[in-house]
């Protein structure tokens, strides 16, 4: 996992495929003060558990409240199953990658960089 600030106004949160002694998401919201668009790139997450759906809703309405996004990208079919099932999906905004996610968001200082 991996935590990197793409501007002033935008974190982007990558998750691994490794698996992690704690919720990887609780970081992120720890320090999220609402300050920042967030966008979590799932393209090396394997599983998605109760415990970091929590945190993704949390954090969703963290943002919310303070008039900032959350965009999860790259989600494989299989996590984004999860959404569905949960009825989740409406809840969150999703991209088909880390490049569209920030599109969405329009943080063109990264994108030109």
Known sequence: MGIQNLSDDVVLVTLSNEPQLENPLKEINACQSGTHDVVVDFSGAELLTSEMLNS???????????????????????????????GLETLFEFADNDLAALKSLRCTPYLEG
């Open 56 to 86: 993704l809703v949390i954090l969703e309405r963290a943002l919310t409240d303070y008039q900032h996004r959350l965009v999860l990208c790259a989600v494989p079919p299989e996590i984004k199953q999860i959404f569905w099932r949960t």
